[in-house]
């Protein structure tokens, strides 16, 4: 599966972003997916994840409360609704997919878009 990420940009503290991430192929309700961010000089972290089906989510403490993400199967299509943006939220957001694993640990995903970068100003 491939995967195209979009959405990302500069937005003020305490704005809102939509971020998408489409997949390719006909097989995408068999993936579960993940969002993870990368903030320069750091390591890869994720975000969120939602199952196969979309009943069921994941999140990171940090951003509970603030982040949703869904998934449209009609579209090929996972979404990252991120708000009450902070500074440390800037990162480099990725998507993430894989066939039998959701969940947080960046190494069990198969498959990779490209990323979209998210600025935060304060």
């Known amino acids: 599966v491939q995967l195209q990420a979009s959405g990302g940009g500069l937005v003020q503290a305490g704005g809102s972003l939509r971020l998408s991430c489409v997949a390719s192929?006909?097989?995408?309700?068999?993936?579960?997916m993940g969002w993870f961010r990368q903030a320069p000089g750091k390591e890869r972290e994720f975000v969120a994840a939602v199952s196969r089906t979309g009943d069921y989510a994941y999140y990171a403490g940090s951003v509970k409360g603030r982040f949703t993400i869904s998934r449209d199967t009609a579209l090929n299509t996972v979404y990252l609704q991120l708000n009450s943006l902070k500074p440390e939220d800037t990162a480099v957001y990725y998507c993430a997919a894989d066939a039998s694993y959701v969940g947080g640990r960046k190494d069990e995903y198969d498959y990779w878009g490209q990323g979209t970068l998210v600025t935060v100003s304060s």
């Open positions: 192929g006909r097989t995408f309700r068999t993936y579960a």
